[in-house]
């Protein structure tokens, strides 16, 4: 199992209360593999340095999860299927890194 930081742009015409059960179902994908959600930071909606597909804010979101590497690359691309998630990056923190 390795640890793993995933920041998701969603689109800000989504409703702030379909947020978190749009990205429940993403997380759970990481659950029934055998990972672990550490911790899930909402930032809210916030400017972007550009615009994205004709939108200049999204909705911040960052995961800390723990899986392995075949989960995290499924997660990957369920997250490019879906037309809401205008960008996602998956990284691997320093501190993890031995």
Known sequence: MRAYELMVLIDPEVDDRTVEPTLEKYLEVVRSNGGTIDKV?????????????????????????????????????????????LRHKVTRPEEARV
């Open 41 to 85: 930071d909402i930032w809210g909606r916030r400017k972007m340095s550009y615009e994205i597909q004709k939108k200049a804010e999204a909705i911040y979101i960052v995961v800390n999860y723990t899986a392995d590497p075949a989960t995290s690359s499924e997660l990957e691309r369920l997250l490019k299927i879906n037309e809401l998630i």
